[in-house]
């Protein structure tokens, strides 16, 4: 049998041989000379640029240059010359800043499309044709003093996942750049009755990391169309080292989304809050004409036995991480957008796609840049692969990956119920049996003596080594939105109910040793209408109404004060599994309750012993404690210096949490 992938490389070859009595001069992917050290970006200077592109199959390669990133004739062709066995290389001696080029393979006498190259970093509109460019010359002020902000640990963070437009796009929230980069950090915007939106709000909230929905140049929207109504979520990658042009002001001109970038990140870190970009590695959002395969066709990409693209992904293809050339381009990726953009993080789509060495190459190498930045990614694939299961960065591989981290659907489903079937139910909606599920969540799906893995929801074992290698979460921009699927789900509960379970839900998540994620608007109920994908539904279902934080203002405060008592406590963020379960210790309950103790000593917790409990029953408990101890938090009450204090018996609100301290 043919090697998956080889079979469709070797099919195209023996056909064109046969067509054109060409003998094909490699056998499989692997006999092509691979250069995992030389440089693909294009060089500039002002007085020469340097253009090198990888193409073994390729017969001949040439650059086509314009004056416009979109329409008009090229006025200039040039030839590349193969100064190794595949690898091709121009020097144009003059100054070609803002200059528009496209590259050209020939493959079997067949000149492919043009393509601007897979590592192209600024491009038209549309992103069909790259341009030159003095990368120096789109840094905002004050740039090179620009800095991450600092964390301990990875579970310091606390996550807020955000879609570029939503936040902005909807008429009161008062932006003057509704849906653009620029409206995220505009100061001082205002919704119904004077609310704070876009930055001050996620000030006000007191997150510390924004994480954007993917922002690199997609092919869903038609950036020359932007005056009509259009909405994606940007899972369809086109360019991967560019921003997106429908989120700047002006997508005809290369170098403006560049800046506007770096204005949006650096805004940012002014305020304290690290910039994480969500990744698509995993596929393309073409297949037979992407960047990829209008380079060097099939290489990037897995192949089924029969030679047809494998679709882990089942977006019609999945990439091929494990080989040499496409490992380098997601390392150099990421630390260029690291370096060039100064993020502070990345969020790998179906990370599972990717193989473990890969994956730890990549982590090894952005820590080695800049040790306050983090990766974390979904640990599952949407289908079958060729790559084998014990090389794939699926979840319960996480404890073979220590600098990387990945999403718990044991604790997200857990706590409110299957995201694959809306009439189910979790822990805070009052399922029977969700316990052990939720205390695992609590300690970071770590190993953990006083939890029966049995009786946990997915997991029958710990997945990771340290309680930061997982992210608790409850919600995302997947499936519903919380408030969305407890309504959906849960029978004969009043509207407070309802809003109890939302709170208890996050409250669980901003005090479990993980670290959390949280949904933009959860804080003040966001709701789709009950759509459970909204990738590409108009704005009407995906914006973010500022009048929901006035009708929901006390949810909202809710959520503020949560997200300050966690960082007020590093007991919450312990950095080693060893420490958790040195120091975290399980309460007897009845059902429906989770309850645990905490020695923040270690951690130089202000409080040096804590207790934690959570009520998921619609009545309200009671638990048995020894000796007196200092409420801070009980149902709605947040006080760090203490409600009340009691002794021996503590009685804990219906559909709700109890924090307390000695």
Same mark, same amino acid.
């Given at each position: 049998?043919?090697?998956?992938?080889?079979?469709?490389?070797?099919?195209?070859?023996?056909?064109?041989?046969?067509?054109?009595?060409?003998?094909?001069?490699?056998?499989?992917?692997?006999?092509?000379?691979?250069?995992?050290?030389?440089?693909?970006?294009?060089?500039?200077?002002?007085?020469?640029?340097?253009?090198?592109?990888?193409?073994?199959?390729?017969?001949?390669?040439?650059?086509?240059?314009?004056?416009?990133?979109?329409?008009?004739?090229?006025?200039?062709?040039?030839?590349?010359?193969?100064?190794?066995?595949?690898? %091709?290389?121009?020097?144009?001696?003059?100054?070609?800043?803002?200059?528009?080029?496209?590259?050209?393979?020939?493959?079997?006498?067949?000149?492919?499309?043009?393509?601007?190259?897979?590592?192209?970093?600024?491009?038209?509109?549309? &992103?069909?044709?790259?341009?030159?460019?003095?990368?120096?010359?789109?840094?905002?002020?004050?740039?090179?003093?620009?800095?991450?902000?600092?964390?301990?640990?990875?579970?310091?963070?606390?996550?807020?996942?955000?879609?570029?437009? /939503?936040?902005?796009?909807?008429?009161?929230? &008062?932006?003057?750049?509704? @849906?653009?980069?620029? &409206?995220?950090?505009?100061?001082?915007?205002?919704?119904?009755?004077?609310?704070?939106?876009?930055?001050?709000?996620?000030?006000?909230?007191?997150?510390?990391?924004?994480?954007?929905?993917?922002?690199? /140049?997609?092919?869903?929207?038609?950036?020359?169309?932007?005056?009509?109504?259009?909405?994606? %979520?940007?899972? /369809?990658?086109?360019?991967? #080292?560019?921003?997106?042009?429908?989120?700047?002001?002006?997508?005809?001109?290369?170098?403006?989304?560049?800046?506007?970038?770096?204005?949006?990140?650096?805004?940012?870190?002014? #305020?304290?809050?690290?910039?994480?970009?969500?990744?698509?590695?995993?596929?393309?959002?073409?297949?037979?004409?992407?960047?990829?395969?209008?380079?060097?066709?099939?290489?990037?990409?897995?192949?089924?036995?029969?030679?047809?693209?494998?679709?882990?992904?089942?977006?019609? #293809?999945?990439?091929? $991480?494990?080989?040499?050339?496409?490992?380098?381009?997601?390392?150099?990726?990421?630390?260029?957008?690291?370096?060039?953009?100064?993020? /502070?993080?990345?969020?790998?789509?179906?990370?599972?796609?990717?193989?473990?060495?890969?994956?730890?190459?990549?982590?090894?190498?952005?820590?080695?840049?800049?040790?306050?930045?983090?990766?974390?990614?979904?640990?599952?694939?949407?289908?079958? $692969?060729?790559?084998?299961?014990?090389?794939?960065?699926?979840?319960?591989?996480? +404890?073979?990956?220590?600098?990387?981290?990945?999403?718990?659907?044991? !604790?997200?489903?857990?706590?409110?119920?299957?995201?694959?079937?809306?009439? $189910?139910?979790?822990?805070?909606?009052?399922?029977?049996?969700?316990?052990?599920?939720?205390?695992?969540?609590?300690?970071?799906?770590?190993?953990?003596?006083?939890?029966?893995?049995?009786?946990?929801?997915?997991?029958?074992?710990?997945?990771?080594?340290?309680? +930061?290698?997982?992210?608790?979460?409850?919600?995302?921009?997947?499936?519903?939105?919380?408030?969305?699927?407890?309504?959906?789900?849960?029978?004969?509960?009043?509207?407070?109910?309802?809003?109890?379970?939302?709170?208890?839900?996050?409250?669980?998540?901003?005090?479990?040793? @993980?670290?959390?994620?949280?949904?933009?608007?959860?804080?003040?109920?966001?709701?789709?209408?009950?759509?459970?994908?909204?990738?590409?539904?108009?704005?009407?279902?995906?914006?973010?109404?500022?009048? %929901?934080?006035?009708?929901?203002?006390?949810?909202?405060?809710?959520?503020?004060?949560?997200?300050?008592?966690?960082?007020?406590?590093?007991?919450?963020?312990?950095?080693?599994?060893?420490?958790?379960?040195?120091?975290? %210790?399980?309460?007897?309950?009845?059902?429906?309750?989770?309850?645990?103790?905490?020695?923040?000593?270690?951690?130089?917790?202000? +409080?040096?012993?804590?207790?934690?409990?959570?009520?998921?029953?619609?009545?309200?408990?009671?638990?048995?404690?020894?000796?007196?101890?200092?409420?801070?938090?009980?149902?709605?009450?947040?006080?760090?210096?203490?409600?009340?204090?009691?002794?021996? #018996? !503590?009685?804990?609100?219906?559909?709700?949490?109890?924090?307390?301290?000695?």
């Amino acid at each position: 049998m043919i090697p998956n992938s080889s079979a469709a490389l070797l099919f195209l070859m023996l056909f064109l041989a046969a067509c054109t009595g060409k003998k094909p001069e490699y056998k499989s992917y692997d006999d092509y000379p691979a250069y995992p050290d030389a440089n693909l970006w294009v060089q500039y200077t002002p007085e020469a640029t340097t253009f090198t592109l990888w193409s073994p199959p390729a017969d001949a390669v040439k650059i086509n240059f314009y004056n416009e990133g979109n329409g008009g004739e090229q006025f200039d062709s040039q030839s590349m010359e193969q100064v190794e066995k595949g690898l %091709w290389d121009k020097t144009i001696h003059k100054d070609l800043s803002g200059v528009y080029y496209t590259y050209q393979v020939m493959i079997n006498g067949q000149w492919l499309d043009e393509t601007p190259g897979i590592y192209a970093t600024a491009v038209g509109v549309n &992103g069909k044709r790259a341009m030159v460019i003095d990368m120096t010359q789109t840094n905002p002020d004050g740039w090179n003093k620009d800095a991450s902000p600092e964390i301990n640990t990875p579970n310091d963070a606390i996550i807020y996942e955000l879609h570029v437009r /939503d936040i902005t796009i909807h008429p009161n929230s &008062g932006s003057s750049f509704p @849906g653009k980069f620029l &409206g995220l950090v505009e100061e001082d915007t205002k919704g119904p009755q004077g609310v704070s939106t876009a930055i001050d709000h996620m000030k006000e909230l007191g997150i510390t990391h924004v994480h954007l929905l993917p922002s690199f /140049d997609h092919y869903a929207i038609d950036e020359t169309r932007l005056d009509e109504p259009q909405f994606n %979520w940007g899972y /369809d990658p086109q360019n991967y #080292n560019v921003p997106e042009g429908s989120y700047s002001t002006d997508p005809y001109h290369a170098e403006t989304r560049i800046k506007e970038f770096k204005q949006m990140v650096k805004a940012f870190h002014d #305020n304290g809050i690290g910039v994480i970009l969500d990744v698509v590695y995993n596929h393309t959002g073409r297949t037979d004409n992407s960047n990829f395969n209008l380079e060097v066709p099939g290489y990037y990409y897995r192949h089924n036995a029969d030679g047809s693209f494998s679709n882990a992904s089942a977006c019609g #293809n999945e990439t091929a $991480s494990e080989r040499a050339m496409m490992r380098k381009f997601m390392i150099e990726s990421i630390i260029f957008w690291a370096k060039e953009y100064h993020l /502070d993080g990345f969020r790998f789509d179906l990370m599972g796609i990717h193989d473990i060495e890969t994956m730890n190459e990549i982590a090894a190498a952005l820590k080695a840049y800049n040790s306050n930045a983090f990766i974390y990614g979904e640990g599952w694939t949407a289908g079958g $692969s060729p790559l084998p299961v014990n090389k794939q960065a699926l979840k319960k591989n996480t +404890w073979r990956m220590p600098q990387i981290t990945a999403f718990s659907d044991d !604790i997200r489903d857990g706590l409110k119920g299957s995201v694959f079937d809306d009439q $189910s139910t979790g822990f805070v909606s009052g399922a029977p049996n969700m316990e052990a599920s939720v205390k695992f969540g609590v300690v970071g799906s770590i190993q953990h003596g006083q939890i029966d893995y049995q009786a946990v929801n997915y997991s029958d074992s710990a997945w990771t080594i340290d309680p +930061w290698q997982a992210v608790s979460y409850v919600s995302c921009h997947d499936n519903h939105t919380l408030f969305d699927k407890l309504n959906t789900s849960v029978d004969n509960a009043s509207p407070e109910e309802i809003i109890a379970m939302d709170k208890l839900a996050n409250a669980v998540v901003l005090t479990s040793q @993980g670290i959390p994620f949280l949904h933009a608007g959860v804080e003040m109920l966001r709701t789709k209408g009950g759509e459970h994908n909204s990738y590409n539904l108009p704005d009407s279902v995906n914006q973010i109404n500022w009048q %929901w934080k006035v009708d929901h203002h006390d949810v909202f405060e809710y959520y503020q004060s949560l997200i300050a008592l966690r960082k007020s406590h590093p007991a919450f963020c312990m950095p080693s599994g060893n420490m958790v379960r040195e120091n975290l %210790w399980f309460l007897e309950t009845e059902p429906g309750m989770v309850g645990y103790t905490i020695n923040g000593e270690p951690m130089g917790d202000a +409080w040096t012993e804590m207790l934690v409990c959570y009520n998921a029953n619609r009545k309200a408990k009671q638990i048995e404690v020894e000796g007196s101890w200092t409420i801070a938090v009980l149902g709605d009450q947040f006080d760090e210096s203490g409600i009340k204090t009691v002794s021996n #018996n !503590i009685e804990i609100p219906a559909i709700s949490m109890m924090v307390a301290f000695r």
